[in-house]
């Protein structure tokens, strides 16, 4: 699941330091830099030599492609997303292909490995190195770039997304925050509790849909669909990961 790991921490990445950057900056310059720390965690994953480059070369077409798609986007003037199936094709795609090649390179050893078992933590003899690369990437992943696959989404299926975030402010926070207590609760075996935290989310959200609805504008039905909507894509993303996690050991 090495590679997995690097192509999770490399979308992430990209979305989290693209997010801090003036618009200015360019997106393949971004992508270059973060190439080469994906060749540096390679590396510290413990890949043979030639891998690291060969991992980073290739990363560096997609996630220039999902940087510039997402510059597009900011500066299109109508302010919607600018090709949301292409740019959910493409990082599905990689990530898919990914688990495909998973078996063909080396399980996660190296200075990596060291580190994990001197951790002066008892858990970390049910944990493996695999899982615990993976789960720091998907973390990664689960900060930024997971909402923007959900904007994605939500402009594919016709959602009114600016509708949703005007009269539903601070999901872009809540949501990455959510995700990571739900993906660390089933990672736990706390199904149940993983079932409270989108109960919860969604009572205290409740009274802010009623409201727009009881407006009878067409605006509460529109922001109830983009709620729906976006939950159950987060809880989707966060619930895949963690089975993967699961599974990779």
């Known amino acids: 699941m090495s590679v997995v790991s690097i192509v999770l921490l490399g979308f992430g990445l990209a979305d989290l330091v693209s997010a801090s950057l003036p618009a200015r900056a360019r ?3 971004v992508a270059a830099v973060i190439a080469l720390w994906l060749v540096a965690w390679a590396y510290v994953l413990g890949l043979v030599s030639w891998q690291p480059w ?23 003037a109508g302010g919607g997303v600018v090709a949301p ?9 990689v990530i898919a292909l990914s688990l495909i090649l998973a078996g063909r390179f080396p399980d996660v050893d190296g200075p990596f490995a ?18 615990a690369a993976l789960a720091l990437a998907a973390a990664v992943f689960m900060l930024h770039a997971t909402n923007r696959i959900i904007r994605l989404v939500l402009a594919v299926v016709g959602a009114e997304i600016e509708a949703g975030q005007n009269k539903l402010k601070g999901g872009r926070y809540i949501g990455p ?15 149940e509790g993983a079932g409270l935290i989108i109960a919860a989310k969604g009572f205290i959200r409740l009274p802010e849909i ?11 039905d529109s922001v109830a ?17 963690a089975a993967l996690i699961l599974a990779a050991y």
């Open 210 to 220: 009623r409201s727009e609805t009881e407006k009878k504008d067409g605006a509460g």
């Open 27 to 29: 997106p393949m310059t």
């Open 54 to 76: 060969a991992l980073g070369a290739a990363m560096l077409l997609p996630l220039g492609a999902w940087l510039v798609a997402e510059a597009d986007s900011a500066a299109n």
């Open 177 to 191: 925050i959510e995700r990571l207590i739900v993906a660390a609760l089933i990672l736990a075996g706390s199904l």
């Open 85 to 93: 199936r292409r740019q959910l094709a493409l990082v599905s795609g």
């Open 114 to 131: 060291r580190w994990f078992a001197r951790l002066p933590l008892n858990v970390i003899h049910q944990v493996s190195p695999a899982q």
């Open 225 to 241: 669909e983009y709620f729906l909507i976006g939950t159950l894509t987060s809880i989707a993303i966060a619930a895949a990961l």
